[in-house]
């Protein structure tokens, strides 16, 4: 009966996020990708992607001005340690563009939240916990971390220190990259693959999932620890990173839209349109920063995947069923 329950609960809030007006968590994530054309690979300057509408999201804040998002149902209003960080890098953006006090003061706060929420696991390393239980292919019970949130955290937090020279924020960096040396069975966010492929995992469940738009964000936060550090073995896990997605892209190409995951199930998770425009600017991105054109190519091809309407129709009908009979 709790199954049921559970299961009835997880579509009462999808319709509600989805459907009804209002805002939602949906309403920060879902705004439209975009690559940041000021910045320039192999130097730490304004972050990849502009996260312009994040930058003033019209959601809830705390009273310290911390957004929150509303998740609706028994969720409802909750911390995301992403969300966060990624409001702070949009502001941080347009600090770097405006020199307005208020953007600073904006990115140096979300700065400080993440400093001040990096929380031991039970392995002893210091991550970002989600104090929220979120439904998946196994449910995450609360507390738990995310590459992801591991990534886009460092990326603030190094900003942070090279805008105002503070070194509590260096510190926290150093403490929160900690998590990709060490694998998912040992509290990190790192799996190495049967074919020695390393990923860094959005969602610490197992047999992992290969989530690939957490994975591309967690990349550029060991890429950005390395540009503030030039620490040789952030070195090594960009290189190694990189190698693996060059040689599992065509795993995500169904030939008509892209994955969202490797998720071992029955019906392939069909990345949804926003998602699907994700990964074309993060691939785009992966270009700039390698040189490499398989990135290009593949950001091309999704690209032409989404002007074409039988294969939009075809991808909403494979992402509706897989909603329906798995997350």
Not at 81 to 100: D, K, M, S, V
Not at 117 to 139: A, C, I, K, M
Not at 215 to 234: C, E, K, N, R, S
Not at 247 to 260: A, I, K, P, Q, T
Request: glycine share 8%.
């Amino acid at each position: 009966m709790s199954v049921f329950a559970d299961r009835l609960h997880y579509y009462r809030r999808i319709f509600d996020a989805y459907l009804l007006p209002g805002q939602s968590q949906l309403s920060f994530w879902h705004e439209t990708p975009e690559i940041n054309g000021n910045w320039s690979a192999g130097k730490l300057g304004e972050y990849y992607m502009l996260f312009r509408e994040k930058a003033d999201y019209q959601g809830h804040y705390d009273a310290s001005g911390i957004p929150m998002l509303d998740y609706r149902g028994r969720i409802g209003l909750q911390y995301n340690p992403i969300a966060i960080a990624q409001w702070g890098l949009g502001n941080y953006n347009l600090f770097c563009r405006t020199e307005e006090l208020g953007r600073k003061a904006k990115f140096l706060a979300a700065a400080d939240w993440l400093s001040s929420h990096l929380e031991q696991n039970p392995s002893g390393l210091f991550v970002w916990n989600h104090h929220f239980d979120w439904e998946y292919r196994t449910t995450l019970r609360a507390p738990w971390y995310s590459g992801l949130a591991q990534g886009q955290g460092i990326s603030l937090l190094i900003r942070a220190w090279k805008a105002s020279g503070a070194g509590p924020y260096f510190d926290a960096a150093r403490r929160a990259f900690a998590a990709f040396s060490k694998p998912i069975t040992e509290g990190g966010v790192a799996f190495t693959d049967q074919r020695g492929n390393l990923w860094f995992e959005e969602y610490i469940v197992f047999p992992p999932t290969h989530i690939l738009n957490g994975f591309i964000w967690a990349v550029w936060g060991v890429y950005d620890y390395f540009l503030a550090t030039a620490d040789p073995f952030a070195k090594d896990l960009f290189e190694q990173s990189v190698r693996t997605l060059l040689l599992n892209l065509e795993r995500y190409d169904l030939g008509f839209w892209s994955l969202y995951e490797q998720s071992g199930t029955i019906l392939p998770m069909v990345a949804s349109p926003f998602y699907h425009q994700l990964h074309i600017v993060q691939l785009q991105v992966m270009h700039r920063l390698t040189g490499n054109e398989v990135f290009l190519r593949y950001a091309n091809r999704w690209a032409a995947y989404s002007n074409d309407w039988m294969k939009r129709t075809r991808a909403l009908c494979y992402k509706s069923a897989f909603k329906l009979c798995y997350y």
